[in-house]
């Protein structure tokens, strides 16, 4: 991928975060004043958040078909961003240690059907640590995925990189492939857990995770600034 294309796709993520910035605003205001937001506007809010994360996933399956590599060690985040990715992406099973400390006022009956959810997506999570162990068992080249089997996380060396245009079309299609049905597993795990939530329990889970992604990204690079200070 040309620094073109980089400096395209960061352009948008700059954007999509103000707008997620912009999209937590108004989910704290409705948060706060439950009773003066009609159901109809709350459910309207909650769609607009949900089309906002369908975008992000529209532009990054065009960067994935460009260069899959590139996804496995993105420039557009910073270091701690990085620590947290599984097959580029945010794993799953995150959305449920949100769920169960962002919500208090979960049924027994959600509580069941969440905790079966959970479990299914668990074992969709270790299938996909599988093929990505297969792809690193097949590779005859220095190690490109590292701890897969337990961390499901791709680190691609500098000097692999480099020599992107060496790797063969197969083994990108093979990670483009895994990146898919990855990002299909997180939107599923997503919209099945809203389904079983109420219309403002949904609406405090969206807080949490906007908040945790702004947090995490504003963190990771003061962090990174001041690594380059001090070195």
Same mark, same amino acid.
């Given at each position: $991928?040309?620094?073109?294309? &980089?400096?395209?796709?960061?352009?948008?993520?700059?954007?999509? $975060? *103000?707008?997620?910035?912009?999209?937590?605003?108004?989910?704290?205001? @409705?948060?706060?004043?439950?009773?003066?937001?009609?159901?109809?506007?709350?459910?309207?809010?909650?769609?607009?958040?949900?089309?906002?994360?369908? /975008?992000?996933? +529209?532009?990054?399956?065009? *960067?994935?078909? /460009?260069?899959?590599?590139?996804?496995?060690?993105?420039?557009?985040?910073?270091?701690?961003?990085?620590?947290?990715?599984?097959?580029? !992406?945010?794993?799953?099973?995150?959305?449920?240690?949100? &769920?169960?400390?962002?919500?208090?006022?979960?049924? %027994?009956?959600?509580? /069941?059907?969440?905790?079966?959810?959970?479990? +299914?997506?668990?074992?969709?999570?270790?299938?996909?640590?599988?093929?990505?162990?297969? &792809?690193? +068992?097949? $590779?005859?080249?220095?190690? &490109?995925?590292? =701890?897969?089997?337990?961390? !499901?996380?791709?680190?691609?060396?500098?000097?692999? $990189?480099?020599? %992107?245009?060496?790797?063969?079309?197969?083994?990108?299609?093979?990670?483009?492939?895994?990146?898919?049905? @990855?990002?299909?597993?997180?939107? +599923?795990?997503?919209?099945?857990?809203?389904?079983?939530?109420?219309?403002?329990?949904?609406?405090?889970?969206?807080?949490?995770?906007? %908040?945790?992604?702004?947090?995490?990204?504003?963190?990771?690079?003061?962090?990174?600034?001041?690594?380059? =200070?001090?070195?």
């Amino acid at each position: $991928m040309t620094d073109v294309n &980089v400096a395209a796709f960061d352009e948008f993520l700059q954007g999509w $975060m *103000i707008r997620q910035r912009n999209y937590l605003n108004d989910l704290l205001s @409705a948060q706060q004043q439950p009773q003066e937001l009609a159901d109809s506007d709350r459910l309207n809010l909650l769609n607009r958040v949900l089309c906002h994360y369908g /975008q992000y996933y +529209e532009e990054k399956s065009k *960067i994935a078909h /460009q260069n899959i590599l590139l996804l496995f060690s993105p420039p557009w985040f910073s270091s701690l961003e990085k620590s947290f990715l599984w097959v580029a !992406g945010f794993k799953p099973g995150l959305t449920f240690h949100l &769920v169960n400390k962002t919500l208090e006022d979960l049924s %027994e009956d959600q509580r /069941q059907r969440l905790s079966e959810l959970k479990q +299914e997506i668990k074992m969709k999570e270790r299938e996909l640590n599988d093929e990505l162990a297969k &792809v690193h +068992e097949s $590779m005859a080249a220095p190690p &490109v995925l590292d =701890n897969v089997r337990s961390h !499901g996380r791709v680190c691609l060396s500098r000097s692999f $990189m480099a020599e %992107e245009g060496t790797v063969s079309s197969s083994f990108k299609e093979t990670l483009e492939n895994l990146v898919t049905n @990855a990002d299909a597993l997180r939107t +599923e795990t997503a919209l099945r857990v809203v389904q079983i939530l109420k219309p403002a329990q949904v609406l405090n889970f969206f807080v949490a995770v906007a %908040e945790l992604q702004l947090k995490v990204r504003s963190l990771g690079f003061d962090k990174d600034a001041q690594r380059e =200070n001090q070195g």
